[in-house]
């Protein structure tokens, strides 16, 4: 049991309390977190995550939605709405930009950055805020974290909060929508999707499947639509990133 250092009165005697060791209050937090998952509650579940880590103030991102119109990648958040707008321009940016290899060396790893410099934050909160990436069954998220100033940061503890995060969405709606958006997909539209990842032409793949070029290509140009990409390379690529291919 560790141990407090400020000193505590009974019967005149002067002793310490005992306080929980950390793999109590890990499992402490791990109860809490499976009555709001189960409760489809991702706010609370990120009130809890953030307490845990000591943040003041949690952003929950979806980016297979980040390419849509508007904020709908943004799950749950308690940031200034003002923050989350300016913000949300800068991470559409910023994950257009990164590359696959990029995507996946990120995951789990606490990444740190500031705040656009135009960007008010609340009063002593830093300008620094800290990401952690995940995934939740096909989904790929990110937990935005923001801090007050001066606080000591455990990486293994965001390191945790990432996991216990992936294990809170993984039994909660939070991929629920996902789910639903791969079964728009259609058995021959995943087929041709698994043969362009395969680097196969429209005339390759209509010999493949037996039926014509123009029906390949109205199912890749389908493809494209549901996935919210332009070409054939960012549609393999949301592929891969949701293990579609």
């Given at each position: ?32 977190l ?8 991702v706010?609370?579940t990120?009130?809890?995550l ?24 943004i ?10 707008r ?7 940016r ?64 965001l ?6 995060a ?15 958006r ?44 549901k ?19």
């Amino acid at each position: 049991m560790e141990l407090l250092g400020a000193e505590s009165k009974s019967e005149g005697r002067a002793y310490l309390e005992p306080i929980p060791p950390r793999t109590a209050v890990r499992d402490q937090i791990v109860r809490k977190l499976a009555i709001t998952s189960k409760a489809n509650n991702v706010p609370a579940t990120m009130r809890i995550l953030s307490e845990y880590v000591g943040a003041s103030h949690f952003l929950l991102a979806r980016y297979d939605l980040i390419q849509d119109q508007g904020l709908d990648f943004i799950v749950a958040s308690n940031w200034p709405f003002d923050l989350v707008r300016r913000l949300g321009a800068e991470l559409t940016r910023g994950y257009a930009k990164s590359t696959e290899l990029e995507k996946c060396l990120s995951m789990l790893t606490p990444q740190f950055a500031l705040l656009p410099e135009e960007a008010t934050t609340p009063q002593e909160i830093s300008r620094q805020y800290c990401s952690l990436t995940f995934c939740a069954g096909r989904t790929r998220f990110s937990l935005m974290l923001l801090f007050l100033e001066g606080i000591i940061l455990s990486q293994e503890r965001l390191r945790e909060v990432g996991l216990m995060a992936a294990y809170s969405l993984s039994f909660g709606a939070g991929t629920g929508a996902k789910i639903e958006r791969d079964f728009e997909l259609t058995e021959r539209e995943l087929e041709c999707l698994f043969w362009i990842a395969e680097g196969k032409t429209s005339d390759e793949i209509a010999m493949i499947l037996g039926i014509s070029r123009n029906t390949i290509n109205n199912y890749i140009t389908s493809v494209m639509r549901k996935t919210a990409t332009k070409t054939r390379s960012e549609a393999i690529a949301y592929a891969v990133r949701n293990n579609l291919v």
